[in-house]
Every structure is written in C-alpha cells, then in structure tokens.
C-alpha cells in the first residue's frame, strides 16, 4: 500500500473501531483493585458483548440500573437530600420566622434531627412540602442548583458533588461503552437528581427514576408550568423499585447496582430470570477513606442483602479492598 | 489517487456520512403530498439539524412525542384496545358464564356498547379489572400478542397492526435518522401499547408513555413477578400528557403530534417555550381512505386544538390532501 492509503487506512480505522472495542484495549476500570469484584464484572461484560457467545444480548436489552445513595455517591451521615431539605428550611425560616410554627420545619431550620425524627412520617411530609413543592418543577430545579454550587459536606468538607464514587462513575462509562443503557433508580427524589445526574454520571433525565411528589399542570398567565404538589406520589425504595423499572422502562435490566436492603427486591428482580444476569452490593467497610456501616445503620441498612449474596450469585464489593481510590481527584 | 485509494475512500465514505445526511439524499416523506404540512417537517428537521444554525438544537434535546390513537394508527369506530377488552371478555365469560353476573362485563361480551357507556366509569373500571388486570405483567403481554395476531378491524377487515399511518412511521423514521429521540405518549394502555411499539413504529418499551392500572412486585414460589392490579394508577390523557411528560422524560419536548383535543395541553407545553418547536394536528377529514371525523366524534373529539391551531402556529396535517397513501401496503 503507498503511504497515504496506510495513512487513510489507520485514521479510518480510528473512525470505525466501535467504541467498545476501543475502550477494552486499555483497562476501563483503573480506580479498581485486580481483585473477584472486578474480574467478574468484566467477565459479565464480555460474555454479554461478544458475538455469537452463548451468553450474548443484544444491546437494546443491555440494561444496567444503579441505585444512587451509598451506590454512587455517599449517604452518611445523612442523605444529601436530607442536608438539602435541612439548609432549604433554615432559609425558609430565616425569610419567614412564622414557618417555625410547624414543628418539623423548625427542628429542621434547628438541624436538631432527633426532634425532626420524632414527627415520623407527618414530620418527613410536612418538611417535603415545605421544602421540595408549591414552586414550579424549574424553579425547583433552579434551587437545587444554587444549593449544589455552595453546600458543603459537615464531615468530608467537600462539596456533595464531589463525594461521588470514582470506581462507579469508571463502572457506568465502561457500561455505556459496551452498547449499555445505564438507569438510576434511587429511592431519592427524581426531580433533585436529574439536576445532578447529567454531570455527574452521564445519565439523562429520562435515565433517572425515583421518589416523587405529584405534580399538576398549569396555565399561568397564558405560561405552562408543572407546579409540585405537597403530596407524595411514589417511594421508589425495597419492592417499589421492581415496579418504577418495570413502569418506566419496561424491560427486565440484566444487571443490578446497590448498597442496602432497600435495593434488595431490585437485584433479585434483576436476577432472578434466565440468561447472564450480573447482581452486585457495594459495601461500605472503609472508615479510613469513606464510611464503615452496614447492619446496624439507619441510613442504608445492608444486612439481608449481605445475608443472601452468596446463594444469590451477588458480587460483594468491598470499598476497601476493590477500590483504588474512592472519590474523584479535586478538581 | 490511486484507483484503490479513490475506492476505500467512497467506502469509507459510506461509513462515516452521518444517518442524517443520508436520509436527505432521497425523499425521507414518500407518502406524504408535497404542500405546506410536509413542507414545514422539513423546515423544521433542517433548523434544527443545521450546526451553527441559529436554531441548532442538540441532538439529546431533540425529543419528539406521538400521541398513538388517531395520530400513529386509527381509532374508529372505537378506540382498539376497547375492541381487545371487549373480544377478551367475550373470551372470558365464554370460559366461565358466571362472569356474566358483572353488567360491565356482560354488556362487553355482548359488544352491546351501549349498555357499557351506561355504567359510566363505573362500567370501565370494571372491565378494565376483569379484562387487563389479576394478570401478571408476563402473560398481559402474552394475552395482548395471541390478540393482535388474529383480530380484525370491524369495517376496514383488516388486522389492526395493519392500521398503522404509513406517513407517520416515514416522519418517525426521518427524525430518528435526524437525533431526535420519540416518544410516544399515548391516552391508552402503557404495558398494551409496549407490546407493540417496536415492531409497529421502532419505538423501544422505555420510550412509551400511557395511561396505567397498578402493579405490585411478588414472589410467587421463589419467582419473583409483577401483578397488575384492578385500581387505575394514572389517566394519561389532556393535562395528564404534560405531566406524565416532564415525569417520564424530564425534559420539554421540542416537537408534539396529535390529532384531538385530549392532545392539546401536550401540544401547548411542548410549543409554548422559547426556540424551534413544531406542533401538529392530524385530522382525519378522509372517509374514502380511512374516516372523517372530528368536533361531533365521541372518540377522537377535534375542536378546541383545531379552532386554537392558527393562532398558536399549530399545523393541521389533512389526511386527504397531505397524505399520498394512509396505511402500509399489505405484507
């Protein structure tokens, strides 16, 4: 061949090679440990991808989902959309000290969780409809926003957006470089996230499933808006995450993410069917660099969960000893 | 150049020449008559498409929603997942006549349409019950396929799959090969219309939206199911389509079809926003090639949306002048 057919060739090259292909020539996973976590997802991976393998699917049923809280990014010691409803009341109450008339508005704008816990449900719901409705789904999103921007975690000190897992977010790329579609299911709310999700994850909004609150359609002044209702709509949490993927994507994911038993019902959804079905924890056991709980935690209580893998076929993960690091680099 | 390198790089060629440049080669709108509907497809496709054009929209912005009955296939004399619940309850009173004790159910096995529009949304919600739910989601879809593979259209005698709008598959198609993601957001079924959406229009079951019974997640002798529950989750129809719009996507849709006034808020929320945005109106003004109906039509009612159509730069797609052909020729 002349040297600029040689030369063609290998940029073309460069153009066709799918992405897949180009992402398995170096390791995909560096953040990762060599270790049984890792070897099986990669395992998984190919097996699914290879064409003409016994265990092959086609990418358009390659559906992989992640709970978020504790499975992406941390959750201890509360979740950040706790510390998000708890800084939104304290403004609230700042701006309007006669909200402080509602109990769990006021321990919240106290920070005093205990008196917050002691409402139970009525108190959650009284802070969610002072904190998370009554405005427009962009307004909502435009607070979240400017609370991302400047909140700080109490302990790590470091923005909440930056406490993502530096493993995972490797994990979801080398997914969608392998034909993937990669959903967060979250027993969170789906309007907070998908603020987050893009950026964060590489996740669309219409990739991100969750709790919500209803919402209601509105004409103001000849301007739509959907306005957030102070009612709850959906726990996208335990035996309703089954039932949000099956609503909202309606196919059976082949692959399963979590960290608590309240992704229990996802991951046995998730594997308890035919064909090569990958279902994995991540266990949070590394107080050095994270956090170290499991059965005796409010807040992404793992037990079951931990109980079952191994009769289940779940990999555990263990943030110790399969991650190399554990968050992203500052930036 | 070389006679080889000339050849590899019309191969190459081949390859790398984006979907979009090539669907604009030839006609993408075959069955549609040349006229200001299909004109302003095209206009719209083309602004939106062109980079550095002042209407550039990013391809994951790009969401185009459908609305499916009237819009993507017929809906006279009654809508088809009417005619599936009624031949499903003339099938299950047929199987155990004590059945026909429920007046809904009786007057459905007896296709006496009357007499069911006379129990009200009482009636519905009863055949709804005994006709899509106390099923698990496995054999819904099962029931649902034996269904369509055999039934016919009462008048046009011909399978209802073979209903569809070959025009509206071809601008599917053609936004598809544009970047646009469509959906379908439709006032029937979810898990009826997921049966049949990738094969009738290429549309996968996570990008259908519909109206939904409840389900609940089981384990059933250690297999774990989804139940579909005799209670009404959500009417996915007028105001509701925005709504289940912003939940389902989270992102406001550039480009809307529909043909009634059930669609009008979805066509308002989508169009109503500052940028490039398309709505449109399919009006079935056709009583040779399909039907010709609108304000006085119980089903498919068309008045509001076509009375507010010029005002809001809606266009009215007219079966009998825009279209050269209605549906596919037979296989």
Redesign the interface.
């Known amino acids: 061949?002349?040297k600029?057919?040689i030369l063609?060739?290998l940029l073309?090259a460069a153009?066709?090679v799918p992405p897949a292909a180009r992402a398995q020539a170096a390791d995909p996973l560096p953040s990762w440990n060599d270790g049984p976590a890792k070897a099986r997802i990669l395992a998984f991976v190919r097996s699914v991808t290879e064409p003409g393998g016994k265990d092959f699917v086609p990418p358009?049923e390659r559906i992989a989902v992640f709970d978020n809280d504790g499975t992406l990014w941390s959750e201890q010691p509360i979740y950040f959309q706790l510390a998000f409803a708890i800084d939104r009341a304290k403004a609230l109450v700042a701006k309007n000290p006669a909200l402080a008339k509602q109990p769990a508005l006021k321990a919240a704008a106290a920070g005093d969780l205990k008196a917050l816990a002691a409402r139970g449900e009525r108190g959650l719901a009284e802070l969610v409809a002072a904190t998370h409705a009554n405005v427009t789904?962009d307004e909502f999103a435009r607070i979240v926003r400017e609370w991302v921007a400047t909140a700080q975690h109490p302990t790590l000190k470091r923005p909440y957006t930056s406490l993502t897992f530096q493993p995972m977010r490797e994990l979801l790329d080398y997914l969608r470089a392998n034909g993937f579609?990669t959903y967060i299911v979250s027993g969170g709310g789906?309007?907070f996230l998908?603020v987050l999700s893009e950026e964060l994850y590489g996740v669309?909004?219409?990739q991100?499933i969750g709790s919500?609150i209803e919402?209601?359609?509105e004409?103001r002044k000849?301007?739509?808006v959907?306005v957030r209702l102070p009612q709850i709509d959906f726990i996208d949490d335990k035996?309703?995450k089954?039932?949000a993927i099956?609503?909202?994507?309606?196919?059976r994911p082949i692959a399963a993410f979590g960290n608590s038993d309240g992704d229990f019902?996802m991951l046995?959804?998730t594997t308890?069917a035919p064909g090569p079905r990958l279902g994995a924890i991540v266990r949070h056991d590394d107080a050095a660099r994270e956090f170290a709980y499991d059965r005796a935690s409010p807040v992404g209580t793992l037990s079951r969960a931990l109980d079952e893998a191994p009769r289940r076929g779940w990999t555990v993960i263990s943030i110790r000893d399969d991650w190399r690091t554990v968050f992203p680099a500052a930036r």
């Open positions: 061949m002349s600029r057919l063609l060739a073309v153009w066709v358009a789904s579609k789906i309007e998908r669309p909004p219409e991100v919500s919402t209601k359609y004409v000849g301007v739509p959907i035996a309703g089954p039932v099956h609503k909202f994507i309606g196919r019902e046995e959804w308890a």
